[in-house]
C-alpha cells in the first residue's frame, strides 16, 4: 500500500505513485462508471480517522484505522464501535481468525493479535519491514512483509513464523483459494501463485498496472487493477487472464458474497459493483459518495458479512454498509 497521511507528521508507506503508465490494451467489456448516478443511501458507523482494512468477525466487523492508530470492533446491529484498541506503528490490514483479530503494523514491522473476545493485545509477532496484507487460510496465518519481500506463513496456535518465502519487493496483498496462496504483486504488475507446502513460488506475466485487492470465486483467481481500471479473472493453473472487466474508478478491494457474486470497490465514489463471476457481467453498481479517487495515497477494503457489505472510506472517517446483493 502507498499512503500519505497526517499522524503526527508526515508518513509515506509502500512504494506505489499515482502517475504510473496505463497499458495499451482496452479491457474486453464496457466500463461501469461509479461517477453516474446518485448516491444510494447506505447507512454508515463514524469509526476512528483514516479507515483502511476491515473484516468480518463474530458478530462485528473490525476497521484499522491508520490515522489515530486504533482498530475498532463494530456490532453488526450498532451505529458505534463497542471497542477500539490502540495499534501503534502504521496499522493497515486485518484479518479475523482463531478466536482474534491479527493486524499488520507496518512501521511497526509487526503481526498484532487481538483477543476477539476481550480486546486485549496477547502477542506481537515480528515480521521485517513494512507488512501490509495479511490472511487465513490452509490452517495458517499468511503476512506480505512489502518492503522485506517475503511472505511470511504463521502458525497461529504457537504464533510463530514458521516459514518466510521470498516474493520480491513491492507486493502487497494475499488471499487463498483453489489449494494455493496468491499475492498480489502491486510493484512488478504480476499475480503470484504460492504453494502452501513447498513454497515454490510462480508469477504470471505481466497483466495490468496496480494490481491490489484479490478474491477466488468460479474457479478463477480475481484481482483488482487499480491504474488500468480492471478487474481480472485469472486461471489458477497457468496464470494467464480469462476473463478481463472494465471497471471505472480505481478499482480496490474485491470480496466475493455467499451467492458468489464479486464485488469490487472502485475508490472513486466510493462504489460498489456487483459482477457475475460465472460471465463476467456487471450486474450493477451503487455509488456511496462523490469522493475523488485516492490516486494510491490510500487504500479502501471491503468485507461481506451476515447479507451486509461493508465500505471502508478513508476520507471521511466512516464505514458504509448496504445489503450485498
Known sequence: MSFILMVTALVVVGCGTDDQPRPDAEPTSSAATPETGDPVDAEFVDVGAGPVGIAPGADAVWVVSVADETVSRVPLAADEPDLVVGVPG???????????????SFEGQRLVRIDERTGQVTDRIRTGAGPEGVTAGLGSIW??????????????????????????????????????VWVSHFADNTVLRVEPDSGEVTASEVICNGPQGLAVAAGQVWVACTFSDQVLGLDPATLEVATDIAVAGYPDPLAVTPEG??????????????IDPETGEVLETRVLAELAALNDSANLDVAVVDGEAWVTSHTTDRVYHLPAH
Open 143 to 180: 503476512v506480505v512483509a512489502q518492503d522485506a519481500g517475503q511472505l511470511l506463513r504463521i502458525d497461529p496456535s504457537t504464533r510463530r513464523v514458521v516459514d518466510r518465502i521470498d516474493i520480491g519487493v513491492g507486493a502487497r496483498l494475499v488471499t487463498t483459494g483453489e489449494g494455493a
Open 261 to 274: 457474486t464479486l464485488l469490487a470497490v472502485p475508490e472513486q465514489g466510493p462504489a460498489v459493483v456487483a
Open 90 to 104: 502504521v496499522p493497515l490490514r486485518v484479518v479475523v481468525a482463531y478466536d482474534a483479530a491479527w493486524v499488520t
